[in-house]
């Protein structure tokens, strides 16, 4: 695993090192400023990206603070699914909500505890490898589509989500091997509140940039391996959840919204809250036949559908 540490103390940084080389993490790069940084990962620029597993942040720090750089590696989509472990002074926890806007994944307070940084890490690399296993399966499930008569894989990925389109989810619900036993398919829906009022008093491209910022939370929320995430072209995401019981999906469910809440994207026109927040509805049942299993998706988006419309921020789940 390589672990990017970010921070201009010397000690803070060799002292981060040394936990993290204790615990046998050997593959450590350690740089005094962002733009160091950004020319470690080469931010911004054409090309591959550097394999990094996780980056440890400071927010304070000289010339460009931790805030800007997690926005700045962000917006090089190379690194959309790195995990970046703010690194923040107790006295300076209110930095912490902009620093999950510009796209950290969780943090730590200084002075730096050891078996905290540990904890964190692993959180993070668990976080990381289940995102790898997804985008592999998504992977698996794209070349199948294109192989599936003569249509071409490109138009299965949904051009303001980057995310399949819905259509994938409703073939990959069908194709499932049929279960021996009564094991759970779970559908999970999701639709941001009010996002028809926000886009026609916004325009379609800044609709387009929340709908981005909803799929890329949606995509760090760890996910069983068969898990496909897709999106419909109205804005509504799907999460096909094969083996997932009532009890998993509604966690999952709950996930999500917390996911979605917690980027505090400003929408004057919600009435739930002053920032985006989205209704999530999860069905699950143990449906052999096809018309079964379409039922689970339908049923999941006319529930998400009929509790948006109205004030929305909300997680329904039930059996189908």
């Not at 989810?169 to 398919?185: Q, S, W």
């Not at 996910?223 to 999952?252: E, K």
């Not at 400003?266 to 999530?280: G, I």
Request: glycine share 6%; charged share 25%; aromatic share 4%.
């Amino acid at each position: 695993m390589r672990i990017l540490v970010v921070d201009d103390s010397d000690d803070s940084r060799d002292l981060t090192e040394a936990a993290l080389l204790n615990a046998g993490y050997n593959d450590i790069a350690a740089v005094a400023s962002a733009r160091d940084a950004y020319d470690f990962l080469a931010v911004g620029k054409s090309g591959t990206a550097v394999e990094i597993d996780v980056i440890l942040l400071d927010i304070l720090m000289p010339e460009i603070d931790g805030i800007e750089a997690c926005a700045a590696i962000r917006s090089d989509g190379r690194y959309n699914d790195v995990p970046i472990i703010m690194v923040t002074q107790l006295n300076d926890m209110d930095s912490l909500a902009n620093a999950f806007i510009a796209g950290a994944t969780d943090y730590i307070t200084k002075p730096v505890n050891r078996i905290e940084l540990l904890a964190r890490v692993r959180s993070a690399l668990r976080l990381k490898g289940e995102l790898e296993r997804r985008l592999a399966r998504e992977r698996e499930l794209l070349t199948f589509m294109a192989n599936w008569g003569d249509r071409r894989s490109n138009v299965w990925i949904d051009d303001a989500t980057n995310l399949l389109v819905g259509e994938i989810a409703e073939a990959y619900l069908v194709a499932l091997p049929k279960p021996d036993d009564d094991k759970p398919i779970s559908v999970v829906a999701i639709m941001i509140d009010r996002f028809d009022a926000y886009r026609a008093a916004c325009g379609p491209d800044a609709a387009n940039v929340v709908l981005a910022r909803v799929a890329a939370a949606v995509r760090r929320i760890p996910a069983l391996i068969g898990a496909v995430a897709a999106a419909y072209r109205n804005g509504l995401i799907v999460i096909v959840a094969p083996g997932y019981d009532r009890t998993g999906a509604s966690r999952l469910a709950d996930a999500v919204r917390e996911e979605i809440a917690h980027l505090r994207l400003p929408n004057v026109e919600a009435t739930a809250a002053d920032h985006v927040t989205a209704t999530v509805a999860a069905v699950t049942g143990t449906a052999t036949r096809d018309t079964d299993r379409i039922r689970l998706l339908t049923q999941a988006i006319g529930s998400v559908h009929g509790s948006s419309a109205r004030a929305g921020n909300e997680v329904i789940s039930m059996s189908a």
